[in-house]
């Protein structure tokens, strides 16, 4: 009896040191100093700051994004679109180019950085090519996001140094699902009753090997005379807007 417990208790040795060896012995791979990811999908209304960029059509958007180690990170997104066209112009997408940094102070996350929408061949004789600055502070749930217009606002005349501010949550619903709840001022500054409010509430769902689905009310108080798509529906009107991405 006292030799077979003696054996067991040398085999169980050697089987925890052969553990511990092959722990030390295969070590975890160390993080990469950058990541690259592209992402593609579609939407059934592409509406941003409430606003619809596609007449409340369909839309196919898709990204590319470089983000390095340190924080910095650089992206572009593209969207196709129809409110260029709709305006007399002949752009259809708009690209946007962006660049920032992003780290943490304690227990808030920060995100600084320029954002430059680009719409190629928009013929229009306000250039509705817009450059932002943007600043970011992230604390538990919560995102409060201030971005500045340093050139004029999407063809608005005049409308330098307008701005939008965005108040965001994410909360985590367990199994995949995600709740976000949204409200956001642009302030446009130029003549006339051009700024508003807009709100989301936005259901996700990580569908698994890349994919995922969302579901958004969005709507908007924007003045129902000055946001009128080409066929004289409201741009901002409250509805379900509903997507689906691949990311990889």
């Not at 196919?60 to 994004?65: F, H, L, S, Y």
């Not at 004289?232 to 009107?237: N, Y």
Request: aromatic residues 14%; charged residues 15%; proline residues 3%.
């Amino acid at each position: 009896m006292t030799v077979c417990l003696t054996k067991s208790l040398i085999l169980a040795g050697l089987a925890l040191s052969g553990a511990a060896f092959a722990q030390t012995a295969a070590p975890a791979a160390p993080a990469p100093d950058y990541t690259l990811s592209f992402n593609a999908g579609v939407v059934t209304d592409y509406r941003y700051r409430g606003l619809t960029q596609t007449r409340h059509q369909a839309a196919a958007q898709g990204g590319i994004d470089f983000a390095h180690s340190s924080g910095f990170y650089v992206g572009t997104w593209a969207s196709t679109i129809k409110w260029i066209k709709d305006g007399g112009g002949d752009a259809p997408v708009e690209i946007d180019f962006y660049g920032g940094y992003k780290g943490t102070a304690g227990a808030i996350g920060y995100d600084v950085g320029v954002l430059r929408y680009q719409y190629p061949g928009h013929d229009l004789e306000n250039s509705p090519n817009t450059t932002e600055l943007y600043g970011a502070v992230t604390y538990s749930m919560f995102t409060l996001k201030y971005s500045h217009a340093i050139s004029d606002l999407f063809g608005f005349d005049d409308s330098k140094n307008s701005y939008y501010l965005d108040l965001s949550a994410a909360f985590d619903l367990g199994n995949g699902w995600s709740l976000t709840p949204h409200i956001g001022y642009q302030k446009v500054k130029v003549s006339g009753d051009y700024s508003y409010t807009d709100y989301a509430l936005t259901l996700g769902k990580d569908l698994g090997n890349g994919w995922s689905a969302s579901a958004a009310l969005i709507g908007t108080d924007a003045n129902k005379t000055n946001y009128r798509t080409v066929n004289d529906k409201f741009a901002g009107k409250t509805m379900v807007v509903v997507g689906i991405k691949y990311a990889f």
